[in-house]
């Protein structure tokens, strides 16, 4: 005869690791024990998620970039195609403080003097001048939110009358202000990341959600199809598919048709992950005993299924989104993405690509930098989310 | 028999690990000794420390826990008594013991053998690491023991993975790497939890020859009052890191002193037990491991609980029958206290 | 184990025959066909457009016929080893993509083995030193590592390359080994050539994989059967080479499947930066010129690798898990 001695409640480490009340052993339990208990899941992982420091400045970063991608005419300082052929090549001017004339916030002014050998303009620091700069200062007119006409950038000339200019991040080759065109960029590129996950999490949950819940037939066809778009090399068919839009289309048409080329072939993960995880909670015992205390199929589905599994389909987006990015920068790094006069990060970076224009303006490599930092920090974002929604796995 | 000299003498081990949100005292305080060709069973709920027991007398306790008092007395080549906890764990002696003189059999075999080297490659690697011998002869040892536990086809099976076998196989193939080494002691955690019932007795009936054949002394982890009593000589009843009681088997079953084990034993239902009656349970939930009782650690339970004595100070182990020994207040006023 | 390989190895004509349909739509998506383009070229630079010569051409690739024809012509040629005609270069497609061909497969190799020999002792000394400083040092750099596009690190290491030691490091060889017949010297010209763009290549690959193999390996390390070694007796170092590393190669090698792909196609964007002779910036020419023959096949090669990869992994993974290998038969 055996008879086992079941322990009224199991030790911590022995928890189940899904369902909305299994994620409960938090570390600082203790006098805090019943608050913890009754928490709903999404409590749960904010208190998860505030623990990890760099995933919340990574959060807080990510909430800045999207303000630039949200009102990039506030942030810029002068109208992003504006050329001026004289005021090619100018390095970029560093916003100073403190003034010998008591001005707060200024730049040297720059001045060109013409290189007798090469006879191009060659752009030095302006030691006498001084450009002061003020903060909510008005310059080109425009749409905030495309809806409030208003003329208030977050820095401008003190005096928009004198014709002074500055450039942050110095000028292009047609004289354009690098600073001004990266934030309009960053809205296209961030935009582009963001559409085409969006379509990539529909498909996904689509496909994903009919393979797991149906399986069968409908779930081995679907699954040849994900294999199939998974062992298909993405770049060249990218490139393939990028380079066959007409010429003649619209900014907007292309900028759709780049999202959807590029959730083509990038559902397939999500797709994947959806279905196993609906594979598996299909066998997990709190969705066998829903199902037999008799809950209907949609009750089974969303009360108990989508719940332990939504908070991991943002992680995985979230860590998406950067995937898409960097593809939108190189395609229309290599000319076949965005064109101009569309600006994105990969537009801008074109103007970088060989290395006669790095050696003659290497502040245009600078868009990369906002790539780099941009996709960091949702990295770091998106693992700090899966940390915290799914810490068992 | 008890007049020999013990083969491992545990005296106040304390194992702690150290965590962020503070230290938990998995193992408190435990003493038992485990004479030469003895049984010992140590019994206790989950999380009472009696696996964190055995990991620190195979010094296998990993960070963040830690052996922080105590000793743990081992008879190594003879006579000589070796203080465990004196070495360092990942020393050349420690290493030549484990394995060696002392030998594990895991709780779950499944987990325990890795699924892709074959069952055969891990027993010779047990044989190899600690005998003078060729890796054919190594091969010939390990089926020789698949042999003596039981294994059909010994030949053949050695070249299977563990998830080829079935639940009794696989922990007959454990009990063969255990064996591998002709151990003084052996350590048995739980080992049949993972298996059916019926293979479960065959399991057992299987160590007890072996123990028999060997003159081995096995140290048997379980939660399972029946198994005890089938196998053990001599039981340790611990609770919450501390032991409540220790004594022979006969006199534990039939004339438990600690309130705990009184308590345990009620809860076993047995077939002269009224049908539709309630079977006893221990009123409570065993208490957080960062929130544990000052005093006993099982008086929050305990029926005959004694305010400003039982809630203030921790008995001791102390003798309390002929043959056995509890940590209650019941019987004696010692404290462990410092 | 023989079965298996068998199985995996007949699937491949009949992927080879999709991924052929899936190219040919691709080469045919661009609205008009090739010649169209041919004639607007030819008008543009001012040369005669000769009617006959057009008909020839729109007879010669079948482009009357319907698509169904012209896909059997094409890939009929193809399987007798016949690429076709570059109206670009005026050239048979065979002879551009051959040696780009080969050093394509050199650059992707050798990064990989940089990979690999990089990235797995960093996993490894990750795991097993887990919030170590090295530790938390390699974490850092593989983020950046991850969200550093892989042109932007070829821009800046061409750009420093320049401005700090005067060279350019374009290419994959010296001047005076680019046209010249292979022989000794040439190879090890390209050696030293090969190592910085494979080392920029790696960078990304090298982060992602250290990732994978330090949570793979964590997750091993807490597995029971570590205890049981220990318990045997083992030193703590060969144990973990034994049994976690082992078993944390399996998931790493499932990775070959969609690295080795990448690492083609993705040193084309490199490759177009560092003007690489590789097949990549070439497909990236004919592309933008619309000529679709030799973007077809190089399309096709890239596929051809991206199978021949996943194919590898699946081999690799069955032979190292028998738990596959068993399934399989």
Redesign the interface.
Known sequence: MSTNLAPPVSDPQNLPPTGDEAAVVLPDIGRDAEAIYVAPNWKLVWWRFKKHRLALVSGIVVIFIATIALLPEFYSTLPPHESDSIRSFIPPQRLRFFAGDGTFLYVQDVKGQRNQKTLMMEWVPDEEKIIPVKLFARGFEYNLLGLIPTDIHLLGVENPDSGQKFHLLGTDRLGRDQWSRLMFGTRVSLSIGLIAVMLSIFLGILLGGISGYFGGTTDLIIQRLIELLQSLPPIPIWMALTASLPRDWSVEQTYFAITIILSLLGWTTLGREVRGRFLSLREEDFVVAAELIGCGKPRVIFRHMVPTFYSHIIAASTLAIPVMIINETFLSFLGLGMRPPAISWGVLLQEAQNLQSIALAPWLLLPGLAVIITVLALNILGDGIRDAADPYS | MNNQQPLLSVRNLKTYFSLDEGQVKAVDGVSFDVNPGQVVGIVGESGCGKSVTIKSILRIIQKPGKIVDGQILFRHNGDSMLDLTQLNAQSEQMRQIRGAEIALIPQEPMAAFSPVHTIGNQIEEAILLHQPVSKQQARKIAIERLREVGVPSPERRIDSYSWELSGGLRQRAMIAMALSCNPKLLIADEPTTAIDVTTQAQVLNLLRDLQAQHDAAIIFITHDLGVIAQIADFVVVMYLGRVMETGPVDDIFHNPQHPYTKALLKSIPTVTSESGSRLPTIEGAIPHPFNRPAGCPFYPRCIEMMPGTCNTSTPSLQPVTDTQSASCFLYHKQTDDE | MAQYIIKRLLLLPF?LF??SI?AFI??Q???GDFVTSYIAELAASGSAVDQAQIDALREQYGLDQPMTVQYFKWMGNILQGDLGVSLDWKKPNNELIRERFALTLALGVFTFLITWSIAIPIGIYSATHQYSFLDYFFTVFN??G????T??TA??V??LA??YFGI?V?GLFSPEYVDAPWSWDKFVDLLSHLWLPALILALDGTARLARVMRANLLDELK???M??????????WRLVM??PV??AF?PLVSTI??YL??L???S??VA??LNLPTIGPL??RA??V?DMFL?GA??LI??F???IG?MISDILLAW????IR?EGS
């Open positions: 992927l999709i991924f899936i691709l080469i998506a661009p609205p983020y950046f991850v969200a550093t596009p042109f932007m821009l800046v061409m750009y320049f401005k350019s374009t597995k029971p059967y205890e049981m070694a220990r318990a045997k007796g083992m030193s703590e034994k049994y082992r078993l399996n499947g969609w792909p990448l083609f196609s993705g084309l964007i177009t930066v497909l990236l592309l933008i619309q973007a190089i399309i890239y596929m690798l991206a199978v996943t190292l898990d028998p738990r068993m």
